[in-house]
């Protein structure tokens, strides 16, 4: 039975495909910054040299949001609402350790582990880049690590000299709040299953960026999603087209942080436009009809039994594509050793 009534099934498969059969599933995210994120490597901020629009030849450095930074926290999401209903236990499937390789995260985001078995992720996402240049989009902060007497002067802990100012005083770039990345998430070949699973994730989604710090909390935005036969614009040229979109409409004005009402007008007119450029078949649900789709996930998503129901669906999706396509192959695999 059909969990949506507002997208017709056509723009879903019936189940998991082994082979890709030309069905794609675009979500338009809009990430927002809410505190101080790190999207980093080497101790650096990710940052690219790029044009600043598609009609503004300026060049202009831009931070960058690499797709791993993207793609890990929304699975980890979903793979902690797989055990809090207990449709998979930590014991079975952890990640980057041990893939049961038959639940919908195994099946849907892809696993690797060697001569056992792989999948390749039906989850694309790509480096997404921020709206506003970088040196308008950070700033770095003096770190410190006081003693619990809350100073940075010793008492003589571990034979320091009393009255002694501790040298544990670093600095690091942080991203500001306010800072917006857009960001586009393709699902291929999907299941009503497998979309709401994604779908649910992204928007569950709070935090990315380093692990390791208190900070890094992202909001998503979703704008629309967009059913095609194909994959569709990039992250980059869509940034470049909303920028151009907002310096038409003075609504670029640095070091003031862009209005979120501002960049959401800005995002639906730009992917509008690019979408009207394209060469493929697509149906889009942006703006009004849209709003209908978000409720009506929101609605199954916000209760227990919607979930669980979902979360089920995909389950068994999982379960039925492992048992049909990988079950083979390790079968094959352990022949193969003996």
């Not at 979903?78 to 893939?99: I, K, P, Q, S």
């Not at 003075?250 to 960049?263: G, K």
């Not at 669980?308 to 050793?337: P, R, V």
């Amino acid at each position: 039975m059909a969990l949506l009534k507002t997208v017709e099934q056509k723009f879903f498969q019936a189940e998991i495909p082994y082979k890709p059969m030309g069905k794609y599933a675009h979500f338009l995210t809009i990430r927002i910054t809410e505190s101080y994120p790190l999207f980093q490597t080497d101790a650096e901020l990710n940052k690219a040299r790029v044009r600043a629009g598609v009609k503004d030849k300026t060049t202009i450095s831009r931070l960058s949001m690499f797709k791993r930074k993207q793609s890990t926290p929304e699975r980890l999401v979903g793979r902690e609402l797989l055990r809090n209903y207990g449709l998979m236990t930590a014991e079975e499937c952890e990640y980057n350790v041990n893939f049961a390789m038959d639940n919908p995260d195994c099946i849907i985001y892809g696993f690797a582990i060697g001569d056992s078995g792989s999948e390749k992720s039906k989850v694309v996402v790509d480096t997404a880049f921020s709206i506003t240049a970088f040196d308008e989009s950070h700033e770095t902060f003096t770190l410190n690590a006081p003693y619990e007497n809350g100073t940075m002067a010793s008492k003589g802990e571990n034979g320091s000299k009393p009255g002694e100012v501790t040298s544990r005083i670093n600095q690091q770039d942080h991203i500001r709040p306010q800072v917006f990345f857009p960001s586009i998430v393709t699902l291929k070949d999907p299941t009503e299953a497998s979309f709401l699973y994604v779908f649910n994730n992204i928007l569950r989604t709070r935090h990315y960026g380093a692990q390791t710090t208190r900070t890094g909390r992202v909001r998503n935005e979703l704008i629309g999603v967009v059913f095609a036969d194909g994959e569709i614009t990039s992250n980059l040229r869509w940034t470049q087209a909303i920028y151009d979109q907002m310096k038409s409409n003075n609504t670029i004005n640095p070091p003031d942080p862009l209005d979120e009402d501002d960049v959401i007008t800005a995002a639906k007119n730009a992917i509008e436009a690019l979408m009207a450029d394209e060469f493929i078949v697509h149906t889009d649900f942006i703006g009004d009809t849209f709003v209908s789709l978000i409720n009506e996930v929101k609605t199954l998503t916000g209760s227990e039994k919607g979930i669980q129901t979902i979360l089920q669906k995909a389950d068994a999706e999982a379960k039925a594509y492992a048992n049909k396509h990988i079950s083979k192959k390790k079968t094959a695999a352990k022949a193969g050793k003996e």
